[in-house]
Every structure is written in C-alpha cells, then in structure tokens.
C-alpha cells in the first residue's frame, strides 16, 4: 500500500503527457490538461519528464500516505492541508506513513496537480498511463479514482523542500487572451467573419470538459456547412452550425466533420484548462513560426 484515497472524490484521475500514434485506431491523445503545472511539479521532484500525476478538477479530495515519499503540489491555487496543518500550493513536501493529505477549496484556477517523488508504480496501456473516461484507458481499470483505490509508489526519504519562485507562479484570471494559428478551413470563413472572430469576447460556457471548451458569443458563419471527417489536432476550433466555437482538448474525438477556423496555440491552451464556466476569451491571431518558436522556448525551461 501507498497512496489511498479515503473519499470519493468528484473528478480526480492518473494522467501523464497522453498517448500517440493510436489517433488511426480512434484513441485519443489525452493527458494532462495544463502542462505548465505538471511539469513543474515534476521538475521539483526531479522526476522524469513523462512521470504521472493525479489531476484534481475539484474540490475536497482526501489521501493518506503509507509509505513515506516526497510530493508536490501545484496548479489551481487551493486550500493544502496535511494532518490538518495548512500548507501552500507550488511547493514539495516531505510526508510519511499515516500522513493525511487534504485538497480542500480551489481557489483560483480549475484544476490541481498531485505528483509523488518518480510517480505511482502503474501498468501503461498504449505506452501511457493517462486515464481517458470515454475510452476505458488507463489510471486505475480506466476510471476516476474513488474511495479505497491505492496508487502504489516506492518509498523515499526525507530531503530539503523546494518552492517555485513567485514570479514563475500563474495568476490564473476571469479573462484570457488565446493566440491562434489561422489553419484548416479558414478560406471558408469569410474576412468580415474572421473580423468579427478576433474582434469579440466569448463566455466559456458549462460544456467545459477535457473534450473541449465550448463559448458562447457572436454567432460566426462559414461559408459551408461541413465537411468530410477529418483529424482534429489538440486546440483546433470547430464552428458548428450555431456559430458557437469549441475548443478540443485533450480528450477530443479523433476525427469530425466541422469547419474549423484555426487552432489555438496549445501553451494557451494549457492556461484555459484553469478557466472556470463563466470567465470570458478573446481571441488574437499568431502566425505559426512564432508559435513554434514560443513553443519551443516554452519546453526548453523544462529540459
């Protein structure tokens, strides 16, 4: 025994970086929703680059530890407790056997990662160890965790705590500007529409899950009304016939038949994970030379 959940949280599942090349078989990437979070969180640890972690989507989440290890905590900025002790978010801990860990109120941001000093000794299915609902894949038995599941690890000795610097800490915000990469069927969506895209504020409605992001705003018309199936990468923009965006996440089907303006430029897509329903986006353009050279740059302060 390692790690046990004493209650049954609402939304908490194993997820690491997702599996690829499976898209032809209909599996899905999945993953963690915010990379920025897990990766430092990893990077505190000094675990592995893909090491897996448990992603908390809300509220009131108890563990207890049966072997001592180190973890970290960061993401959403929410309520830590261990043994009833208050303790704060972006940080390591040293905790030993019989400890309580206790994810109280998220605070600012949506979702809270979880990792263990080189992670939850677990089998991989398609090479990650990623939990995706609707498939039956991964984490324990391919479900959410719940009361009385035990996530194995392997003891580890007391070291120094470490914590992020405040300034490397995100100040997660009720409005977002995404950048996106013009792509797809953007010949489709005439300027007038592109215009009215970029120039408007959407709401992010309660259709927010890890399959997308769907908004509420100006109505955008294309030009056709479908197409034939297609692959969807992870941030592309579908406009279905309401005119209403939805941005794909991690968990998006494989393929889809609507047309699709762009795609957001996935670190910001990372920042939208911990978006609540009701905060507002925009939407700016970026070419996608300097995408790749954000991106590139984003990875190089892990590596």
Known sequence: MSLEIINNP??????????????????????????????????MLSNPFNTNTIEISFSNVIFKAHLDTQIAITGAICEVFINDIPKECWHTYHVKSGDIIKIGKIIEGARVYLCVKDGFDIKKEFGSNSTTLKENLGGID????????????????????????????????????LRVILSYQEENFSKEEQDKFFSNTYTITNEFNRMGCKLNGEPIVCDINGI?????????????????????????????GYPKIGSVFSVDCFKLAQMKIGSKVRFEEIDINSAQERLRKFYSIFS
């Not at 970086?17 to 990379?35: F, K």
């Not at 599941?149 to 070291?159: E, G, H, N, S, T």
């Not at 120094?160 to 009720?174: C, Q, V």
């Not at 309401?242 to 991690?250: E, R, T, V």
């Open 10 to 43: 609402i939304l908490a599942t194993i997820q690491d970086l997702g599996r690829y090349s499976y898209s032809h078989i209909g599996v899905t990437n999945s993953g963690v929703m915010d990379e920025y979070a897990y990766f430092y969180a990893n990077k």
């Open 228 to 256: 034939i199936s297609e692959g969807i990468s992870f941030g592309a923009i579908q406009i279905p016939s309401d005119g209403q965006p939805i941005i794909l996440l991690k968990d998006r089907q494989t393929i889809g």
């Open 142 to 177: 391919g479900q959410k965790l719940k009361k009385g599941d035990i996530l194995p690890y392997k003891a580890f000795p007391k070291v120094h705590n470490k914590r992020l610097k405040k300034e490397y800490i995100p100040i997660y915000e009720d409005e977002l500007t």
